[in-house]
Every structure is written in structure tokens, then in C-alpha cells.
């Protein structure tokens, strides 16, 4: 349900002014109803001047009388048609002051690993400025040598949901412009579920591969295992051992 602007504010106007209940007014202001009765207490709310919702087009005094005559009933803000689309309006992405300084880290990050995310996607995703994209993608920001880059998931700064729907916009933007796309790039280009379904890249073989070590079981017949077996002194070429008759012989 919508609700009216500075909605604390119009809701000590309602109980200034109206015979209207707690109920009527917390549903309408979208607060609770103890925090209405605390606004009529002067617990809540204090020093806060009333804001008229009828002389700021968000309510008629026909909708109040109505509430005021019926208990049930439940007030409707007034239609306002330059208000709409007010709330998808999109704007920069608010980043908590613990995290600002993390943000160049992820933009390096994104500026690396996701090379076809545009600026303004970058910015919408961490929530900074396009100057700041710019001199970290062209390596000039000022402090470029001590910043490393970070997953701006990992450090918080957006959803991997975000990101994922970035990298699927720049995809879809790639392939609708006929750009050749290599097959890192075309894994970079897809979500994070798409690559994981994605068949493993081939290896390079190594210098062994193929080879396959033969054992004594893979012998056709008796005869061949037999050729097999090998004297492990003979590997060696070892001398007979010189008996005692042999020694006695030399000593005479």
C-alpha cells in the first residue's frame, strides 16, 4: 500500500484534527498503532509539526468525514498522477560509509574480471561515479598501486543476483551487436548457474598422457607372463658371488 509523504508528520496533523482512530491513521500513515497513540500522548514524535495532507493533494476532506463516520473504514490516499513511477525512480546506489573504501577494490575487480560491463553498470552496482570507474579502468586513479582487486560480492557492496543480471545484460548486448566472442570470454559473459552447467574446458595433455602402465595380468597366455617375469638380478648385470673353492684357489 502506498503511503503519504513525511508520513510521521501527517499522522500528528490526523490526530491534531480528526476524530479519526489510532487504526484509521496507522493504517493510512503505514505505522504501527501504539506509535499512533504514542504520537497523541506526546511520547512520539515530539517537536514535530503537523503536515496538512489535505492542503498537499493526498487527501480530500470527503475521505476523512468518511473515516470519521465509519470506524471500519479505511482511508484511500488521494490519486496524484505526477507522483507516479516516484518510487522506481533509480538512482545512485547508497554505499555505508564503512564500505566506501572497499569500493575501489571491487571496481578493479569488476574492471577485471568483467571487462564488458559498462560503466554505468559498474556504477550502478557498487554505487560510485563514472570519473572514478575511468581512472581506475586507465590505471590513473591515485592510489592504483596498493589496491587489490576484491569480489564487490564478498565485501557486500551488491547481490550476486546483481551481478549476475549485469553480466546477462552485457551478453545479450554482445550478441546482439555480431561481436566474436572467445570461449573465456563467453564464460565470463554468463552467470554464475550458467558456467557451473557449462561442460569442463579441455586439459592440455601431458607428457605421459596416453601411456598406460601394463601389468602381468594383461598378458595374453601363460607363456608371455612368464617372458615377463624378469630376474631383478639380471637388471643389473650382478656377478655370481666367487665360492669358498674359488677364494682357497687365489690364496694358493
Known amino acids: ?3 503519504p509523504i513525511m508520513a510521521k508528520a501527517t499522522a500528528v496533523w490526523l490526530v491534531d484534527n480528526t476524530t479519526l482512530t489510532f487504526k484509521q491513521i496507522a493504517d493510512f500513515c503505514d505505522l504501527h498503532e501504539l506509535e499512533v497513540q504514542g504520537i497523541a500522548d506526546g511520547d512520539v514524535a515530539a ?5 496538512d495532507p489535505i492542503a498537499n493533494n493526498q487527501l480530500t476532506q470527503d475521505e476523512i468525514d468518511k473515516g470519521i463516520n465509519d470506524k471500519l473504514y479505511k482511508l484511500k490516499l488521494k490519486f496524484n498522477a505526477a507522483a507516479q513511477g516516484e518510487e522506481a525512480r533509480r538512482g545512485p546506489r547508497y554505499t555505508p560509509l564503512s564500505k566506501r573504501q572497499d569500493r575501489p577494490a571491487s571496481i578493479l575487480w569488476l574492471v577485471k574480471f568483467h571487462p564488458e560491463l559498462s560503466d554505468g553498470q559498474i556504477s550502478k552496482l557498487v554505487g560510485t561515479t563514472k570519473p572514478t570507474i575511468s581512472a581506475i579502468r586507465e590505471r590513473t586513479h591515485w592510489n592504483i598501486q596498493n589496491i587489490q ?4 560480492v564478498a565485501l557486500g ?4 543476483s546483481e551481478l549476475d543480471m549485469a553480466v546477462q545484460k552485457a551478453n545479450a548486448k554482445k550478441a546482439k551487436e555480431g561481436s566474436v566472442m572467445t570461449d573465456d570470454e563467453r564464460r565470463k559473459l554468463v552467470s554464475t548457474e550458467q558456467s557451473l552447467g557449462l561442460e569442463p574446458e579441455p586439459k592440455i595433455p ?6 598406460e602402465t601394463f601389468t602381468l ?3 595374453e597366455d601363460e607363456d608371455e607372463e612368464e617372458e615377463l617375469l624378469v630376474d631383478a638380478d639380471s637388471l643389473f648385470n650382478l656377478p ?3 665360492s669358498e673353492e674359488d677364494e682357497e684357489t687365489e690364496d694358493k
Request: hydrophobic share 40%.
Open 1 to 3: 500500500m502506498a503511503k
Open 47 to 51: 517537536g514535530v509539526k503537523g503536515f
Open 149 to 152: 582487486p576484491i569480489d564487490p
Open 157 to 160: 557492496l551488491c547481490k550476486q
Open 206 to 211: 601431458s607428457a605421459i598422457s596416453g601411456l
Open 217 to 219: 595380468g594383461d598378458a
Open 240 to 242: 655370481d658371488a666367487p
